[in-house]
Every structure is written in C-alpha cells, then in structure tokens.
C-alpha cells in the first residue's frame, strides 16, 4: 500500500488538526519533493506489488490532474500497478468540477472518498467547509455522471440535531452512495471550534447526542443494504475499502509527503516531518526527515488490540497467541477473560470482537485490554 500525503487546503476547517498549509506557494516544490521521496525510498516496501494507493490530506483535488498522474506514473516506475484495485482520491466538493472530472475520469483514480461532511449549509459554516449545501449533493451527482461507482462521502455526526442528522443519511442513500466514513465532531486543541465553544460562541458537541446518532446511523444504514465493517465505515456489498481494510490488518505501507506515517508490517514505524519547507528541503539534500519508532512486543499487541477491535471481525487473537511470549500472553489473558465475562467482549473462532452494542465504547475497551 502506498498513502501520498497532500498537505494545502483551501482554508482551515474549524474543527481540523491536519498538517496541512492554505497556501499553495509551495506546491510546486512539494510535488518535486514527493517525487525525490519516491526515489529516495523504492527499495522499503518488499512487496512490489501494489494493491492499493491513497492520495489523502490536506486536500488533493487541488493538485491538477496531470499532477496526480505523474505521482502515479512514478510510482509505476518502481511498483507493479498492473493489479491496483483500488486507487483513491480525497476530494472536497468544490474542487469537483466539470473540468477536474473529465480528465479524471480517464485517469487511474478508481475511487474518490468526498469530504461532504454535511449536506446542511448550517452545519457546513459551523465547520468552516469550503463548500455549501448545493455543492456537497452536485459533486456527487457529477462524479457519478462522470461514471464514478466507488464513491465513498465522509459524514459528520454530533454537529446538530438529530433531524437534521437524519436527513443527511437520508439523502446519501439517495444519491446511491455505497461507502459512507463517519465520524462524531470532535473539539481537538487549539481549533476554531474549541475557541468558539472556550467563548461560547457555539455550544459544546453533546456527547448523548452523538451517541444517539451513531446508533440510529448504524440501524439505518444496516436497515438499507450497508455492512457496518468497522466503527466508523459502513459499505454496500463489494464496496468495502480495500486501503483502510489492508491498515486494519496490520499490513505494510509506505507514507509519502509531510507527515505521512509508514509501518514496515513488523515492528517498524516511521513519520516524515510535518513542516513542508523543512520536508522540501530535506529531500532537496537527498535525505528524508523523519522519526521513527521501534515497537516493542507489547507496543505491537496493543495496536493489533486497539485497531483490529473497532472492525466488525475483530482481533486474530489466534495470531496473537502463536506470535508473541507467553509471559506477556499471560496477562493478556486475565484481561481479555474479565471482558468476556462482562460481555464487552465475545469469542467467534480465532477472532475476539466486540459486540456491536458496545463499539460506542470501544476505544475504553481497547485500553483496559493494554499490556503497560
Ligand atoms: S479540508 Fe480536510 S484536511 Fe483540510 S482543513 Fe478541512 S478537514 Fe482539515
């Protein structure tokens, strides 16, 4: 898996802590950077064969299309693409044009995850989007025009009320989307909304509210053909992400751009800088500024715990088990047998999972499960 990290927006959503720049002076040294990271680091992932590449953010629908397809072809150079199922695209509505998606159309992208957010122009000036209502739905109808099928739109619940939230589901099956990501608005440190709420100028997320409307979102979109697959994704049969689901697994990937992560698939993990003159001009030297991390045997379990609990499968406890000593294992084990007991927790084969009334929960069970 290969995730290209395209750090410019437009302008700064009241409730993100990306990395990411709104000005694009630099974009033209970034794009050069990226491809003299792409050199610097061919030979890292073992696996040449591609299966899935991601162009994340940040915002990369402000890259032309020429652009994004030179990152491609690049990356053709060193990697076997010839069986790249899925290769994504985030776009935010009001870079999806007319002219953006023609020659997207005819472009490798397969995939376009829409940062829609909200189809209410009350919750869209809340989070300070770039785009209005109208925008949100025409893009998605015009990417469909342009004979995009796997359209994946991102929502975001806990902004209003529950009315409102509904209409919003309502309207995405609607449109026919098959994949939906969708996360509770969250108030980060040093945003927009958190000064606002700090003013009261707005109120607070209220988390009964969010809760609510998680679950009334999972009953709904179970009720119209979607497979919650895990806590925050919900796709139509065949329209899973394949990128997401390879992260969940565990497998490997190489992260390019400021800030990307990278994780070799053993014990490995590494993040380029997140400051683009600084990005650029280590790359411009012909070295990458990064940190990395080497994760220790517990380090490793608590991860394989905390992602593989938020999917529908769950864990590979079996892997666990047949993977790392027994004397940690040991008290893996107390732990894990207090939560079966509670019912936080079940057993289907080789996989521990949570059951579904509990995924609200889910990052709470994670961490009473982590080996200190
Ligand atoms: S478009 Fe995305 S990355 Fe950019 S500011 Fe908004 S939420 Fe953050």
Redesign the pocket.
Known sequence: MIYIHIPF?KQ??SY?N?H?STSLALKDDMLKAIHQEIDLRHLELENKRIETLYFG???PSLLKVDEINRIIDHCAQYYDLSNTLEITLEA?PDDLTSSFLRPLSKSPINRLSI?TQSFYDTDLRLMNRAHTSGEAEDSIKRAQDFGFENISIDLIYGASEMDIWKNNLNKAIKLGIPHISSYALTVEPKTALANWIEKKKVMAPNEETQNEEFFYMSDFLHQNGFQHYEISNFAKPGFLSRHNSAYWQGKAYLGLGPSAHSYNGKAIRSWNIANNPLYIKSLAEGKRNFEEEILSEKDQINELIMIGLRTLKGVNYQYILQTFSEELLIELQSLINEKLQNGFLIQEGDFLKIPQKHWFLSDGIASDLFLL
Do not use: D, Q, V
């Open positions: 927006c700064k959503c993100c990306f990411f953010g940040g915002t935010n940062g």
